[in-house]
């Protein structure tokens, strides 16, 4: 029997079906060690030795690997055929060599596709564990261990509020701040357009000024409203003639298929789908044996999968649309690692496969395969250029005729913050020709700041800087959003607080580990280590000689001093001219003091210099507050019983209001359903009082309290609570109303684990049983039940599509199946039974 190992429980029930008889699969699910988070997991002065310790949840899955290898001829490591999937294997290799279960033949194998060809081929040909690959993978690892567990310990201490620092993330995260930072101190400069509409033949088009008092006309060069009705009253008064008419053919060629982080930029663009979302959906095709595998920096396509795509192409469409030659691709990324195939179906009779997300997903996938061996677009761009009588004043007209559509019958890609090439279509004109002219306008603008990054602009900028790999930016980008250090408006990046002062900080005292020429150049050096060109401990020995030196430099340094410099690096930031020329340091509240940057226990903050006298403070990242001007805590009034002043403010965990101050001071959180239009005073004041006593409950005698804790409004009563809808019902709640909810809570014990949950859709009565069916929501994802049996929904099943039918067939399947494990169950006790009746034998008969 040959023991094969796999990544994932779902590629391990295909492969097992395709190999068949004399074969048995397993999952790692995922790696199954890694190095443990604490000092000491990788030691520099001992040529970088790692200490790795096995995952404790796959300790089950682990024993299972151990007990087939012992019974097996041999070992097959079939990972995914990336650095990592290189790196799963040796990792299950070294712990089977520890437990002495290794069979004397192991072969490493790798398939691109989960089909049987694929995989059968694969088997055919085992090879030998790559070495430069798992150095690689061991080189990466521990320096991005050495970098977090050394450069974190000097974040926490002098820099409150920091939660870590990564090689990579760090370096992402100074592209969103730096492009906050052009945002902010951009000025955007007004200009004009004028624009004539114009008819020829019955057909309407426009045409904008390009020149102007006898000069070319560039677009800034109408600068006030004054010159705009000038150049405006220029055209309405000329009469036009067409001067020249310039048409020029235009050739489009289609994209490459797929590669990893192309995959990302366009599911983010077309789909609205986040890195990891789209890497999570594309996992599900991959292991369903839809796609090819989806970590990949290569553009081509294999010969067969070629030759597919251009039989779908000539069996759908004519013969123009296929190309005589089949279309080569080369891959231009930056650091290009192995040579796997682009992304595509595995399949192109199948145009469609699984339903919702997956579906869309493969759509994708499958037009943009497709499309790249499609014939080129054949476009026909059309100039018009018209003069007045005097010659002093010129129009254009702009325009394209689609000649042939090729590619773009199928697929055209998308783009990022660029318009579209203008598409207008253009009446037929000569020379000579005197187009009727409607109307004419002016129209006022703004130069734009730099757009702000979306996943696809950030992924795309990475890979163009070479920094990080791929197959990693989804786990990246989800770290920065995780640790609060950016947040996503509108599929947009926004630098918070944490971040901006986490990027400053590394700026100022760790400059080199934030350069991009730097971040990429050790992606060169760890891809020489991958191709054998270089030795993985002498990297690693290069890198900290310089890096552990300079933490030891700035952990010596005290928080006030780093603090100080920080205030230097920030000023412009924080502290920005005023157009007034005043000093925009001078504390607004007590005039006297200066304003400069402090740190605190939850994070830094600006403060004046004549604290305690003057208690004026403001949040890091609040530089101008409304109009340029700053603002520190509001003064909402004087609380009607306590005649103390109740304000406003802001804290680590957000609003808050504040009644006295110092230790004895009263503080309450202000609730997100409670709007800061309508807060005020008699707000506060409501909060401040909470808990709010209801009455005493009828039957108990004890009190009932309505309040707001962590988790939202509720109510208590002797121990027990229920869940409140909003903060409004904090203060409306009866006593009525409150002990019905307290007894419904009662007999619905809460949302917790083992607790009844209401379905996420009743699908209806069973075809074949009459059974009720439902969807569920459950531990491990959706599934489907009939009261008696349930069933897992696969990945390519969306529950917003699932239909009745397909729920019956989950379920009659699952069914079907044989219960797992109860042999073994029983026929346990039969082993050990007559064992215990010898022992019992052998002590009569001593």
Same mark, same amino acid.
């Given at each position: 029997?040959?023991?094969?190992?796999?990544?994932?429980?779902?590629?391990?029930?295909?492969?097992?079906?395709?190999?068949?008889?004399?074969?048995?699969?397993?999952?790692?699910?995922?790696?199954?060690?890694?190095?443990?988070?604490?000092?000491?997991?990788?030691?520099?002065?001992?040529?970088?030795?790692?200490?790795?310790?096995?995952?404790?949840?796959?300790?089950?899955?682990?024993?299972?690997?151990?007990?087939?290898?012992?019974?097996?001829?041999?070992?097959?490591?079939?990972?995914?055929?990336?650095?990592?999937?290189?790196?799963?294997?040796?990792?299950?290799?070294?712990?089977?060599?520890?437990?002495?279960?290794?069979?004397?033949?192991?072969?490493?194998?790798? #398939?691109?596709?989960?089909?049987?060809?694929?995989?059968?081929?694969?088997?055919?040909?085992?090879?030998?564990?790559?070495?430069?690959?798992?150095?690689?993978?061991?080189?990466?690892?521990?320096?991005?261990?050495?970098?977090? @567990?050394?450069?974190?310990?000097?974040?926490?201490?002098?820099?409150?509020?920091?939660?870590?620092?990564?090689?990579?993330?760090?370096?992402?995260?100074?592209?969103?701040?730096?492009?906050?930072?052009?945002?902010?101190?951009?000025?955007?400069?007004?200009?004009?357009?004028?624009?004539?509409?114009?008819?020829?033949?019955?057909?309407?088009?426009?045409?904008?000024?390009?020149?102007?008092?006898?000069?070319?006309?560039?677009?800034?060069?109408? +600068?006030?409203?004054?010159?705009?009705?000038?150049?405006?009253?220029?055209?309405?008064?000329?009469?036009?003639?067409?001067?020249?008419?310039?048409?020029?053919?235009?050739?489009?060629?289609?994209?490459?298929?797929?590669?990893?982080?192309?995959?990302?930029?366009?599911?983010?663009?077309?789909?609205?789908?986040?890195?990891?979302?789209?890497?999570?959906?594309?996992?599900?095709?991959?292991?369903?044996?839809?796609?090819?595998?989806?970590?990949?920096?290569?553009?081509?396509?294999?010969?067969?999968?070629?030759?597919?795509?251009?039989?779908?192409?000539?069996?759908?469409? *004519?013969?123009? =649309?296929?190309?005589?030659?089949?279309?080569?691709?080369?891959?231009?990324?930056?650091?290009?690692?192995?040579?796997?195939?682009?992304?595509?179906?595995?399949? #192109?009779?199948?145009?469609?496969?699984?339903?919702?997300?997956?579906?869309?997903?493969?759509?994708?996938?499958?037009?943009?395969?497709?499309?790249?061996?499609?014939?080129?677009?054949?476009?026909?761009?059309?100039?018009?250029?018209?003069?007045?009588?005097?010659?002093?004043?010129?129009?254009?007209? !702009?325009?394209?005729?689609?000649? @042939?559509?090729?590619?773009?019958?199928?697929?055209?890609?998308?783009?990022?913050?660029?318009?579209?090439?203008?598409?207008?279509?253009?009446?037929?004109?000569?020379?000579?020709?005197?187009?009727?002219?409607?109307?004419?306008?002016?129209?006022?603008?703004?130069?734009?700041?730099?757009?702000?990054?979306?996943?696809?602009?950030?992924?795309?900028?990475?890979?163009?800087?070479?920094? $990080?790999?791929?197959?990693?930016?989804?786990?990246?980008?989800?770290?920065?959003?995780?640790?609060?250090?950016?947040?996503?408006?509108?599929?947009?990046?926004?630098?918070?607080?944490?971040?901006?002062?986490?990027?400053?900080?590394?700026?100022? #005292?760790?400059?080199?580990?934030?350069? =991009?020429?730097?971040?990429?150049?050790?992606?060169?050096?760890?891809? *020489?280590?991958?191709?054998?060109?270089?030795?993985?401990?002498?990297?690693?020995?290069?890198?900290?000689?310089? #890096?552990?030196?300079?933490?030891?430099?700035?952990?010596?340094?005290?928080?006030?001093?780093?603090?100080?410099?920080?205030?230097?690096?920030?000023?412009?930031?924080?502290?920005?001219?005023?157009?007034?020329?005043?000093?925009?340091?001078?504390?607004?509240?007590?005039?006297?003091?200066?304003?400069?940057?402090?740190?605190?226990?939850?994070?830094?903050?600006?403060?004046?210099?004549?604290?305690?006298?003057?208690?004026?403070?403001?949040?890091?990242?609040?530089?101008?507050?409304?109009?340029?001007?700053?603002?520190?805590?509001?003064?909402?009034?004087?609380?009607?019983?306590?005649?103390?002043?109740?304000?406003? +403010?802001?804290?680590?965990?957000?609003?808050?209001?504040?009644? $006295?101050?110092?230790?004895?001071?009263?503080?309450?959180?202000?609730? +997100?359903?409670?709007?800061?239009?309508?807060?005020?005073?008699?707000?506060?004041?409501?909060?401040?009082?909470?808990?709010?006593?209801?009455?005493?409950?009828?039957?108990?005698?004890?009190?009932?309290?309505?309040?707001?804790?962590?988790?939202?409004?509720?109510?208590?009563?002797?121990?027990?609570?229920?869940?409140?809808?909003?903060?409004?019902?904090? @203060?409306?709640?009866?006593?009525?109303?409150?002990?019905?909810?307290?007894?419904?809570?009662?007999?619905?014990?809460?949302?917790?684990?083992?607790?009844?949950?209401?379905?996420?859709?009743?699908?209806?009565?069973?075809?074949?049983?009459?059974?009720?069916?439902?969807?569920?929501?459950?531990?491990?994802?959706?599934?489907? !039940?009939?009261?008696?049996?349930?069933?897992?929904?696969?990945?390519?099943?969306?529950?917003?599509?699932?239909?009745?039918?397909?729920?019956?067939?989950?379920?009659?399947?699952?069914?079907?199946?044989?219960?797992?494990?109860?042999?073994?169950?029983?026929?346990?006790?039969?082993?050990?039974?007559?064992?215990?009746?010898?022992?019992?034998?052998?002590?009569?008969?001593?």
């Amino acid at each position: 029997m040959q023991l094969v190992i796999v990544e994932s429980p779902a590629k391990a029930k295909t492969i097992e079906k395709y190999l068949g008889s004399g074969y048995k699969v397993l999952a790692s699910y995922g790696h199954i060690r890694d190095l443990p988070p604490k000092d000491g997991s990788v030691d520099p002065d001992n040529g970088f030795e790692m200490l790795w310790d096995n995952y404790g949840d796959k300790a089950k899955q682990l024993k299972a690997i151990t007990d087939e290898a012992k019974k097996a001829d041999g070992l097959i490591l079939a990972t995914d055929p990336d650095r990592e999937g290189e790196a799963i294997s040796w990792h299950v290799q070294e712990v089977l060599a520890k437990k002495k279960a290794l069979p004397k033949n192991v072969g490493r194998v790798t #398939f691109n596709a989960i089909t049987k060809a694929a995989v059968t081929e694969a088997m055919e040909r085992p090879r030998e564990l790559d070495i430069d690959l798992i150095d690689a993978y061991r080189a990466r690892r521990a320096l991005d261990y050495l970098v977090g @567990f050394t450069l974190s310990p000097v974040l926490w201490r002098k820099l409150p509020g920091a939660k870590s620092a990564g090689r990579v993330q760090s370096v992402a995260l100074r592209l969103v701040v730096e492009r906050d930072r052009e945002i902010e101190a951009f000025r955007p400069q007004e200009y004009w357009s004028v624009k004539a509409n114009m008819e020829h033949k019955g057909q309407k088009f426009d045409a904008r000024l390009t020149r102007h008092l006898g000069a070319k006309l560039d677009k800034m060069d109408l +600068k006030t409203e004054g010159e705009a009705e000038q150049a405006r009253l220029a055209v309405e008064t000329g009469t036009f003639q067409v001067e020249t008419v310039e048409t020029k053919p235009v050739t489009r060629n289609p994209q490459p298929p797929f590669t990893t982080s192309t995959l990302q930029q366009e599911a983010a663009r077309k789909l609205g789908f986040s890195a990891s979302h789209t890497m999570r959906i594309a996992q599900g095709l991959y292991e369903d044996g839809a796609i090819t595998y989806m970590r990949t920096d290569g553009v081509q396509m294999d010969g067969s999968a070629i030759s597919a795509a251009r039989k779908t192409i000539s069996d759908r469409f *004519d013969s123009g =649309y296929l190309p005589e030659k089949p279309r080569i691709y080369q891959t231009k990324a930056k650091n290009a690692q192995e040579a796997h195939e682009a992304i595509r179906p595995t399949d #192109f009779s199948k145009d469609k496969v699984g339903s919702g997300d997956h579906g869309r997903l493969y759509d994708l996938i499958y037009k943009r395969a497709m499309a790249s061996q499609m014939a080129s677009a054949r476009l026909e761009r059309t100039t018009v250029d018209m003069l007045d009588g005097t010659g002093q004043t010129g129009l254009r007209a !702009t325009g394209q005729v689609m000649k @042939f559509p090729g590619f773009l019958a199928v697929y055209e890609e998308g783009l990022d913050d660029s318009e579209g090439e203008d598409s207008a279509i253009l009446p037929p004109m000569t020379t000579g020709d005197a187009p009727a002219k409607h109307s004419v306008e002016k129209t006022q603008h703004f130069t734009q700041p730099p757009p702000r990054f979306s996943e696809a602009t950030l992924v795309k900028r990475l890979e163009e800087l070479g920094i $990080g790999r791929p197959s990693t930016y989804a786990s990246t980008i989800q770290v920065l959003k995780d640790r609060a250090y950016v947040r996503v408006e509108k599929n947009r990046f926004f630098a918070e607080e944490s971040g901006r002062l986490l990027t400053a900080f590394l700026e100022r #005292f760790f400059e080199r580990y934030v350069a =991009y020429d730097y971040t990429a150049g050790l992606e060169d050096q760890l891809d *020489d280590i991958s191709g054998g060109r270089a030795q993985w401990q002498a990297f690693l020995e290069s890198f900290w000689r310089d #890096f552990k030196p300079k933490t030891v430099e700035v952990m010596d340094q005290k928080p006030s001093d780093i603090t100080a410099e920080l205030d230097k690096f920030l000023s412009p930031y924080l502290f920005p001219e005023r157009e007034d020329g005043s000093d925009p340091r001078l504390c607004p509240k007590c005039g006297e003091g200066r304003l400069a940057l402090r740190g605190g226990r939850f994070g830094a903050f600006v403060a004046c210099s004549n604290y305690p006298d003057c208690k004026y403070t403001r949040k890091f990242a609040q530089p101008g507050g409304d109009n340029g001007e700053d603002t520190g805590p509001e003064v909402l009034g004087v609380h009607p019983e306590t005649q103390l002043e109740v304000s406003r +403010k802001s804290g680590r965990f957000g609003p808050y209001v504040e009644m $006295g101050e110092g230790k004895d001071a009263k503080r309450a959180s202000i609730p +997100k359903d409670v709007s800061a239009e309508d807060f005020d005073l008699e707000w506060a004041v409501k909060l401040l009082s909470l808990p709010r006593t209801i009455g005493l409950h009828p039957e108990s005698g004890e009190p009932v309290t309505a309040s707001i804790g962590r988790y939202g409004p509720y109510l208590a009563h002797a121990g027990k609570y229920a869940r409140l809808t909003s903060t409004a019902e904090v @203060f409306e709640t009866g006593m009525n109303s409150a002990v019905v909810k307290l007894a419904e809570a009662a007999a619905n014990p809460g949302r917790g684990r083992g607790a009844a949950r209401a379905p996420l859709k009743e699908l209806g009565k069973h075809p074949r049983t009459d059974a009720e069916i439902k969807l569920m929501e459950g531990r491990f994802g959706p599934y489907v !039940t009939d009261g008696t049996t349930n069933a897992t929904l696969p990945k390519s099943i969306a529950p917003d599509a699932l239909t009745l039918e397909e729920a019956a067939q989950l379920i009659d399947a699952r069914a079907a199946m044989p219960a797992k494990g109860k042999a073994k169950k029983k026929a346990a006790p039969k082993k050990k039974a007559p064992v215990k009746k010898a022992k019992k034998e052998t002590a009569k008969a001593k």
